[in-house]
T-cell receptor, first 114, second 109 residues
Framework: DAGVTQSPTHLIKTRGQQVTLRCSPK?????VSWYQQALGQGPQFIFQ???????QRGNFPDRFSGHQFPNYSSELNVNALLLGDSALYLC?????????????FGPGTRLLVL | GENVEQHPSTLSVQEGDSAVIKCTYS??????FPWYKQELGKGPQLIID?????GEKKDQRIAVTLNKTAKHFSLHITETQPEDSAVYFC????????FGAGTRLTVKP
């Protein structure tokens, strides 16, 4: 049973560029959440997708956007990259939407903005 | 919104000793409290969780206690082993899932 997978594992971008990160949920899961984890900190909730719609959003600017596909996989897009966007981006999947559903994390994509 | 405080930030124990990590939260409506273990270069792995209708939950060497009145919950690891060394995060759910800042646990052989 495949767990949550993410690609790429690492990425280097320069300020002002745009980036797209990808996530495939755990088998049987239809809800995907994205988190940003800065070095030495806990993950911070960005948003959650269910039925191809953004259902909930954390305190992140509009530069952060996402998409969910009919097969439940998801993308995170970040525009106009800032140095402060350097972080580990985590995808988590769950059986249903809502913050009280058990979430399973992928290995993350480490983004470095120069 | 929810605010989660986690202590200590670092914890070092001898193999075989117990380790305790404590968290407090602010949103009295929070009902779900998971604990995650994160090893270097990996994503967080769920190790145990507890919901507000339960005061304590055990899974082999790991246990979690919840005190809703005081708004705090704790992770207890008994008979620690070197492979328990990792960063542990608590979380609590209000409108979304909020994480503590993490505890780096080192188990010395």
């Amino acid at each position: 049973d495949a767990g949550v997978t993410q690609s790429p594992t690492h990425l280097i971008k320069t300020r002002g560029q745009q980036v797209t990160l990808r996530c495939s949920p755990k088998s049987g899961h239809d809800t995907v959440s994205w988190y940003q984890q800065a070095l030495g900190q806990g993950p911070q909730f960005i948003f959650q997708y269910y039925e191809e719609e953004e259902r909930q959003r954390g305190n992140f600017p509009d530069r952060f956007s996402g998409h969910q596909f009919p097969n439940y996989s998801s993308e995170l897009n970040v525009n106009a990259l800032l140095l402060g966007d350097s972080a580990l981006y985590l995808c988590a999947s769950s059986l249903a939407p809502g913050p009280e559903e058990t979430q399973y994390f992928g290995p993350g994509t480490r983004l470095l903005v120069l | 919104g929810e605010n989660v405080e986690q202590h200590p930030s670092t914890l070092s124990v001898q193999e075989g000793d117990s380790a305790v990590i404590k968290c407090t939260y602010s949103d009295s409506a929070s009902n779900y409290f998971p604990w995650y273990k994160q090893e270097l270069g990996k994503g967080p792995q769920l190790i145990i969780d507890i919901r507000s209708n339960v005061g304590e939950k055990k899974d082999q060497r790991i246990a979690v206690t919840l005190n809703k009145t005081a708004k705090h919950f704790s992770l207890h690891i008994t008979e620690t082993q070197p492979e328990d060394s990792a960063v542990y995060f608590c979380a609590a759910t209000g409108n979304d899932m909020r994480f503590g800042a993490g505890t780096r646990l080192t188990v010395k052989p």
